[in-house]
């Protein structure tokens, strides 16, 4: 039976500043940037990412000399590292920052359902819905092992589109944090400054009973 999210908030349950926090963008809209935001923030806070599970899995062949595959031939066995890892959290009441597109809905959900199984909350990180020919410049100055196809980004962009707060609301998540666009589409993944980044780490720190709703009026 799933855990009501305010049984995190109350003195029984768990810590309320270790939630499950999901990443939802596509690729070049900016995880990486509030992922490292988040980090400094809340320093050790663990990170599940398929990215870095696929480059890790590459380089143990190299390591290994084993010829490497292509990064998305790991997917399988990354994505399986990562189920792994947030079961083992969870089992001790602790949160995580899922690091991926998360633009499925089923994946979203079971986040928010193990989430609140644990007696955590589950906090959504929505990232800009930016055209495609955005995602692509920002995509260019990636290496070639990294950079994702044109249509791939197409797909992505068009999912992302469907997604609105009230959206990840009506799935469950307990606050959700959406992050402004960044003013240009120059970019630099490592050092972009995304405006309201700084509202991810404030609503990580927020029990749900002191929930901030950042929409704008309707």
Do not use: W
Request: aromatic share 2%; glycine share 6%; hydrophobic share 40%.
């Amino acid at each position: 039976m799933s855990m009501p999210p305010e049984a995190a908030s109350d003195g029984g349950g768990a810590d309320p500043e270790e939630p499950v926090v999901v990443l939802i963008g596509a690729p070049g809209s900016g995880k990486t940037t509030v992922r490292e935001q988040l980090l400094v923030d809340r320093p050790g806070t663990p990170v599940l990412s398929p990215d870095d599970e696929r480059a890790l899995l590459r380089e143990r062949d190299l390591a290994a000399g084993r010829v490497p595959h292509g990064l998305q031939d790991y997917s399988l066995a990354a994505l399986a590292r990562c189920a792994d890892a947030a079961a083992d959290l969870l089992a001790e009441r602790r949160g995580y920052i899922a690091d991926a597109t998360n633009l499925r809905r089923k994946e979203r959900v079971a986040h928010v359902r193990a989430a609140h199984q644990a007696g955590l909350r589950a906090i959504a990180v929505l990232l800009p819905d930016l055209p495609v020919d955005a995602l692509v410049a920002r995509n260019a100055p990636r290496s070639e092992l990294r950079r994702v196809p044109e249509d791939s980004l197409a797909r992505h962009a068009n999912r992302r589109s469907l997604i609105d707060a009230a959206t990840l609301r009506q799935e469950g998540f307990d606050d959700v944090v959406e992050i402004d666009a960044a003013p240009s589409t120059a970019y630099e993944e490592r050092s972009t400054s995304l405006p309201g980044a700084e509202r991810v780490g404030r609503a990580m720190l927020l029990p749900v009973h002191d929930h901030v709703d950042d929409r704008e009026p309707s």
